[in-house]
């Protein structure tokens, strides 16, 4: 079980810390997490970061704590496979969306505000490459606010994925199931709500009916939205260099991140900072509905 770094507040969101330490550029990460928790609490919630101290798991970091990681010089990505041998090494750990719902469901936190999620890779033709985020959503009850998949990743064959699982994929107004600097993709919701009342009410009814996670798509802001013809020109060069450099499973998403982040001159990383702060708030809005 996680061991709560202080008492969790009323109304909390889960916040991951692979996000501060590897999805912004070093020295990035506090200010982030900073930011983060003020809209957490500007409407009314409690942020509550998880991660891996020394092999405890933590829901709700002290300052200290997270200091700790991000000063660390080589924390490893944790999600479910590697979580328990990585508390039994004793290690630090930066969760990523698996992990933390693994965490934050043990810990009762319903509610957890993220950027992308992973999924299934492109050429699993060749082999097997599908992230732990995609199964974690059966097996742990967690409204994850998100703005869709990645889209290095195959987003549709990802979509389709969760709804084999049985997970409900509910569009906050919106039509389309999004991919992460798009609005939209090839993909749709199973439904579209657009009162943030009627979407906490069923968030509450739906995570005590299954007992498994829920999807709740909400598109990057209009204006930091990245045109799909520019984006498929900035993810070229950057696969093409993880291609290179002889990158592979795991390693890949970071690492093909953090070149888009070169390569368009620091455009995607604005486009990153901009959903992650809406998801945010939007996470923040939905635990204090329920309560």
Known sequence: MPHPAAPIGPCPVALETTLLLHGVPRGRGRILADELCEIVRRVGATPAIVG???????????????DALLAA????????????????????????????MELAAGAGVKVFATGGLGGVHHGLGTRLDISADVGAFARFPVAVVTSGVKGLLDVVST???LESLGIPVVG????????????????????????????????????????RGIVVAN???PDDEIPLSDWEGLLASAMAAAEKA????RDVTPFVLG?????????????????????????????????
């Open 159 to 161: 979509r389709e994925l």
């Open 73 to 100: 010089p080589n924390v490893p990505k944790v999600n479910s496979s590697n979580l328990g041998l990585l508390m039994h090494a004793k290690s630090h750990g930066a969760t990523t969306v698996s992990a933390t």
């Open 219 to 221: 598109p990057i802001p």
């Open 172 to 211: 906050f107004r919106t039509d389309h199931f999004p991919a992460f600097y798009q609005r939209a993709s090839g993909a749709r919701v199973d439904a579209r709500i657009d009162d943030l009342d009627a979407l906490a009410s069923f968030v509450r009814d739906e995570l005590k009916r299954t007992g």
């Open 246 to 249: 002889g990158v592979m499973g």
């Open 52 to 66: 891996l101290v020394g092999g405890v798991a933590r829901v709700g970091l002290t300052g200290e704590e997270l």
């Open 259 to 291: 070149t888009l982040h070169e390569v368009s001159a620091g455009r995607t990383l604005k486009a990153n900072l901009a959903l992650v702060r809406s998801n945010t708030a939007l996470a923040a809005q939905i635990a204090t509905r329920l309560g």
